[in-house]
């Protein structure tokens, strides 16, 4: 082939080219959005945002607008379909299909997560005293999802005499859970309900009353904590708002069982209240001041509490101890004081142990307490680098504890331990 033969091939070519882009940039001409001045003059700036009305997630102009990006997206991508499918069906062909959670035991019950083949959602069980007894299925998420083009489950809880389950649906994918109540002994789901919540609730020791924290519609920040006795929906009650936008607030249970726990939390400051839970109707007491740059956590045992703190510059962490009913700072006592070498990132308080989780040269240690004689060890990992972190403590009054451990050669694992040998 000469010179100019092949010079008029790639001008053919370079030809065919154009044509065919110019049509493909014609087909997939993205789609083009509307600018709508918006100026916002805050802390001395003024800030221009032109696509702010793109918030509003029910105006038709919105969702005309996404429906014709998505239609884009799919013109622009169907050529790599058969891919995605090929890519799709290896990864799911990688994961098990009929897999189990590591079941744990809490108040006389064996509890897990399971899924089965064919299903796509989580099946909620349990077993009572023994994992050889009967399994009761508490919720089966792929019956309940049906007719839902999306749907997720939100935090289980089940009230102290294990009678009744409350627990959180999403159908939208906002993360504006609705709780739900179910009678465990009947299988009755009730038909109270209550709308824009995290999708957890923590409950009183009179197994009525239950406590769950509600969300601003608009930003979706958990701002209000609420109780409410079950079977009585006019019971309702707010019983604290978090007016600082920068924090966040929620309630949980200690792992004692005695104190119901309302948090509030921002990047660099904490803050506590405290009600006993055989008086769920009664008032939380702050635990102590809040003071802005005071981080601390707080973890429940006996007649006292351990209090993880940075208090006194302490940048890594001190455990003090104060009397459960004297918890201003004032009455705290140092346990265990600041180390500049070693964070201290956690504590878990059971009836007869101390579990401190640290870290020192970037690796974890995990070091258990005797709290009758005030021996104590580190638990020993032989790998140079890994992972080891406390998981799934749902009992008080036991002498196991429970860590998940890995390493660049140990998968993912869960490991109970006796912490009294």
């Known amino acids: 082939m ?28 993205p789609p083009t959005v509307a600018k709508h001045e918006n100026v916002f003059n805050e802390h001395g700036h003024k800030r221009v945002d032109n696509y702010y009305w793109l918030n509003q997630r029910e105006d ?36 098990k299909k009929d897999d189990s959670s590591v079941p744990y035991f809490k108040n006389g019950y064996w509890y897990y997560t399971k899924y089965v083949k064919g299903g796509e959602y989580p099946i909620y069980c349990r077993k009572k005293d023994s994992l050889d007894n009967d399994e009761e299925i508490m919720l ?5 999802a049906e007719g839902y083009s999306y749907f ?8 102290p005499n294990n009678k009744i389950l409350a ?12 709780l739900h109540f179910k009678n465990l002994e009947t299988g009755e789901v009730l038909e109270e309900t209550i709308p824009t919540t995290t999708g957890s609730a923590s409950w009183g020791n009179d197994n009525e009353t239950i406590f769950f924290t509600t969300k601003d519609e608009n930003t979706l920040r958990s701002d209000r904590v609420h109780r409410y006795k079950v079977g009585q929906p006019d019971s309702q009650e707010e019983i604290y708002f978090e007016a600082d936008d920068t924090f966040y607030t929620g309630i949980y249970k200690s792992l ?28 939380f007491t702050p635990f102590t001041p809040r003071v802005r740059g005071h981080e601390y956590n707080i973890e429940h045992h006996e007649n006292e509490f351990y209090i993880t703190t940075n208090k006194d510059e302490a940048t890594n962490f001190k455990l003090m101890v104060a009397p459960d009913n004297q918890t201003e700072v004032s009455n705290w006592t ?19 142990y101390l579990v401190l989780e640290e870290r020192t040269n970037g690796l974890n240690q995990i070091r258990v307490r005797n709290l009758t004689s005030g021996e104590e060890h580190y638990i020993k990992f032989e790998e140079q680098a890994y992972m080891a972190y406390t998981t799934g403590n749902r009992e008080y009054n036991t002498n196991t504890l429970r860590f998940g451990y890995q390493s660049m050669t140990t998968p993912a694992s869960t490991f109970d331990y006796d912490m009294a040998t």
């Open 167 to 178: 627990y959180g649906v999403d159908t939208v994918s906002r993360r504006k859970y609705t």
């Open 256 to 283: 004692s069982g005695k104190f119901l726990i309302l948090w509030s939390g921002a990047t660099l400051t904490s803050d506590y209240r405290i009600l006993n839970a055989d008086n769920p109707w009664g008032e």
């Open 2 to 29: 000469n010179l100019k033969s092949t010079i008029l091939i790639l001008l053919a070519f370079s030809a065919f080219q154009c044509t065919m882009d110019k049509e493909n940039k014609q087909v997939l001409a």
């Open 60 to 95: 038709t102009a919105v969702l005309d607008y996404l429906n014709a990006e998505n239609t884009y997206l799919d013109e622009a991508m169907k050529h790599t379909n058969g891919l995605q499918e090929k890519l799709y069906d290896e990864i799911v062909g990688r994961i």
């Open 152 to 159: 997720a489950i939100g935090g289980l809880s089940v009230s």
């Open 334 to 352: 140092e346990v265990i004081a600041h180390n500049p070498a070693t964070l201290l990132e956690g504590v878990t308080a059971f009836k007869e």
């Open 140 to 144: 089966d998420g792929n019956s309940m």
